[in-house]
């Protein structure tokens, strides 16, 4: 279409520049540039940067048959020489550049303008240009040190840029593809500037180019590990070559001979070395000493047969395999090696775990732990429990030492990092401990039914603090039984069988030929799934016996007529029976009528199925304070009726006309068989105020000495006994101690005389005692 070369080139996208062939591509670019340079529009004596006289600001520049008004602007050059240039302009006047004139190094336009050269444009031979680009390692301007590229003969490469062919124009320019775009540069002023915009400048490292490298190590990139070559001295070694000097221009280049050949190489930022030609690019490792500073101390087993095999890293090998292997780790963590003759490549985790693969294979990582994690993992479990799911505590699982046991069989179980299980138990080879506690037996994303699922058991010591040395019995069947749990096993039934306790407290137990579940109470009672009795602790009830030991109730519906009093295990009254108080409350009695109840705070006790309700009275001892053996009278400014209460009751002219008695909340209640009245006594006073229309009763004249009940005497003597043993005979010292002692006694009771009470006999049929009241002064012979 009749526009130049160079500029057909700049117009053609990437895509319409691709050919399948490359060779191709380069043949056609080169064939019209050497046309457009046979038809004289090579390098002239026009070319440079020019400068209008009348404008000094405004710069053109002339190159390779283009007129560069502005860098979008340009017109084609139709004719060149020595003596001067045409330009193509349609439409053109004389007012126009059109043609102009070279004389006395000025350009004369044929409009009058006059151009001054300010800079010239000079190039070198071909040969000297091949020499800069082959002698140099290149990198971005923009972005330097982030690629490094190296020209040989035929090809250019570094970098992100794979081997590529590339030629050069007679014109000095070079012809190449990068990155899938067909491009065309220019060497000028030291640089290569690409017809993309993009500029690659010289890289200098000077003379601290081998000081970087000594002590270095590397391994090629297209196999990772199976060469590792090494830097000592200024002798470049290892892998599959012979050892031989390395050295670098000052330039940076860097000259060794790799392989029978001279190889030209570039360090490169990141330590990699570039090498041109078929050498390629070798990764840098990190060092020795690196090396030991990370991974000194640390072993590893692999994770799907751990400590079949231990790894450690010595100075740049693996040990622990068939025979050392060479291991080499990059800067980004990444890390190689060849393993019995296979090549490795892998990453090293933060949590220090290595996930290895074989070459570009996609399957599954081959994953090294490390045993610290293992161990550390291993002490969590270390000395648990499970029992299975399916059946309960009949089978029994602990791990130690690495070791799981149970149901007659044993084998490995070590619980990696992530919480799988791997173990060489039958039939359970690998498996996860899930948060719970639980374990579910399978591969991951395996479905499990309760036969592979072990539920997480109490530790030995948890067991130990709730049931060791402690007894246990059925409530509704008090003492019947008397159960004790040790080593998983309960026993107190017909034989002893499985108990066992999970960690969230469930119980499980096959007491009875029954399985039964159920669950331990903050106050030591066990209650049962089903309607199974519940169990108290005996010391529990041993406890709430002595709670009660002694309390008395009456009847709501008839109080102070029916006194209950609880002795021992039993209630005694109208009839005795079994009486027992358990830690929640309840109360169980098989008196007639009876069944179960409930005490509340207040000691009342409420009787189910309607049984009716007992209220608690205060204390013999404190009806003795009160009311019992005193006289009392009607309130009033003569006096009113008189009235003595003996054992419970009332008497008015001798007559028993009411039953009397004092609650545990200080109200009195007096039963006249037609009906209940309650009232007061007033400590203050010595008063007793009835509610309603009775008059107030206060205290009259001398009080009467009651006699004491049954309960009293066997409070006050039960459990005494004689201090000498009826088998020892007094010694005469101890008889004088005695007789002295004996004469001071009687001396001082006759001064105060105090009143002594005896028991004097006791019916067993009535169980009634007989008082005897006795002087001190008097009391004789027969009564000693």
Not at 81 to 94: K, M, P, W
Not at 378 to 398: C, D, F, H, L
Not at 612 to 630: C, N
Not at 650 to 677: Q, Y
């Amino acid at each position: 279409q009749g526009s130049c070369a160079e500029a057909c080139l700049l117009q053609l996208t990437p895509g319409e520049m691709r050919a399948p062939a490359m060779q191709w591509e380069l043949l056609f670019v080169q064939v019209l540039l050497g046309l457009y340079s046979a038809n004289g529009q090579g390098a002239h004596a026009c070319d440079g940067i020019w400068t209008p006289e009348h404008s000094g600001e405004m710069k053109i520049k002339i190159e390779g048959g283009v007129l560069h008004w502005t860098p979008q602007l340009r017109s084609k050059i139709t004719a060149a020489s020595d003596h001067g240039l045409t330009i193509d302009l349609q439409g053109a006047s004389e007012d126009l550049h059109s043609e102009a004139a070279l004389r006395d190094g000025k350009l004369h336009w044929n409009n009058g303008d006059v151009w001054s050269r300010v800079h010239s444009l000079t190039y070198a031979p071909l040969g000297e240009i091949r020499s800069i680009l082959e002698n140099s390692a290149w990198t971005e301007k923009e972005d330097p040190g982030a690629n490094i590229y190296m020209f040989d003969d035929t090809t250019v490469s570094g970098g992100d840029l794979r081997p590529t062919p590339f030629s050069m124009t007679q014109d000095h320019r070079i012809v190449t593809d990068l990155h899938g775009s067909s491009v065309v540069g220019k060497v000028a002023d030291g640089e290569i500037q690409w017809s993309t915009g993009q500029i690659w400048v010289p890289i200098r490292l000077g003379g601290d180019v081998l000081a970087k490298l000594e002590n270095g190590r590397w391994t090629e990139e297209r196999e990772p590990g199976r060469n590792i070559f090494e830097v000592h001295n200024g002798i470049v070694s290892g892998g599959d070559l012979v050892a031989s000097q390395i050295s670098a221009r000052p330039d940076g280049t860097i000259v060794a001979k790799l392989h029978g050949a001279e190889a030209l190489g570039a360090l490169q930022d990141n330590g990699d070395i570039q090498w041109r030609g078929r050498e390629g690019r070798w990764l840098a490792l990190a060092s020795a000493e690196e090396i030991a500073e990370k991974l000194e101390g640390i072993r590893w087993t692999e994770e799907l047969r751990p400590y079949d095999h231990i790894y450690t890293v010595v100075d740049t090998a693996i040990i622990g395999g068939d025979a050392p292997a060479p291991f080499g780790m990059f800067s980004d963590n990444g890390v190689c090696m060849n393993f019995d003759g296979k090549l490795m490549s892998g990453k090293l985790l933060d949590n220090g775990e290595i996930h290895w693969r074989a070459g570009s294979s996609d399957a599954e990582p081959w994953i090294w732990v490390t045993t610290d994690a293992i161990e550390e993992m291993s002490a969590q479990i270390e000395g648990r429990r499970w029992t299975e799911k399916n059946q309960p505590g009949e089978q029994v699982y602990t791990v130690s030492d690495f070791e799981v046991s149970g149901a007659g069989a044993s084998g490995k179980f070590i619980m990696l990092p992530d919480r799988s299980i791997v173990s060489t138990l039958p039939g359970k080879p690998v498996g996860r401990v899930l948060d719970s506690g639980e374990i579910h037996w399978g591969a991951p994303g395996e479905a499990v039914g309760d036969e592979r699922v072990w539920l997480p058991l109490a530790s030995t010591e948890m067991m130990l603090h709730k049931f060791e040395g402690k007894e246990w019995t059925e409530e509704s069947q008090p003492d019947e039984h008397i159960y004790t749990m040790s080593n998983d096993m309960v026993d107190g039934g017909d034989a002893p069988v499985y108990f066992v306790m999970l960690v969230n407290g469930t119980i499980y137990t096959g007491l009875g030929g029954t399985p039964r579940t159920g669950r331990m109470l903050e106050t030591g009672e066990i209650q049962w799934d089903g309607g199974s009795s519940p169990w108290a602790t005996t010391a529990a009830i041993d406890e709430m016996r002595k709670a009660v030991e002694g309390r008395r109730w009456t009847d709501e519906a008839q109080p102070c007529d029916r006194i209950h009093t609880v002795r021992g295990g039993e209630v005694t009254g109208e009839a005795s029976a079994k009486f027992a108080v358990f830690p929640d409350g309840s109360v169980r009695s098989d008196l007639s009528g009876l069944d179960s109840g409930e005490m509340l705070k207040n000691g009342e006790i409420l009787w189910s199925g309607g049984a009716g309700t007992w209220l608690p009275l205060a204390s013999a001892r404190s009806e003795l304070r009160t009311l019992e053996g005193k006289n009392w009278t009607e309130s009033g400014p003569i006096g009113g009726r008189m009235y003595a209460i003996r054992h419970g009751k009332v008497l008015a002219d001798s007559e028993v006309i009411a039953s009397i008695c004092l609650l545990s909340n200080g109200t009195v209640a007096l039963n006249a068989g037609d009906g209940v009245v309650d009232g007061a006594f007033s400590n203050f006073n010595r008063e007793i105020h009835w509610r309603g229309d009775r008059a107030i009763w206060v205290l009259a004249g001398t009080e009467v000495e009651p006699e004491p009940s049954a309960d009293a005497i066997v409070r006050k003597f039960e459990g005494l006994s004689s201090p000498i043993p009826r088998s020892a005979e007094p010694g005469p010292f101890i008889l004088v101690a005695f007789l002295a002692i004996s004469a001071l006694v009687l001396t001082t009771s006759a001064r105060f005389r105090r009143r002594e009470f005896m028991v004097l006999q006791q019916s067993e049929a009535e169980a009634d005692f007989a008082l005897l009241s006795s002087d001190a002064r008097g009391i004789g012979e027969e009564a000693c």
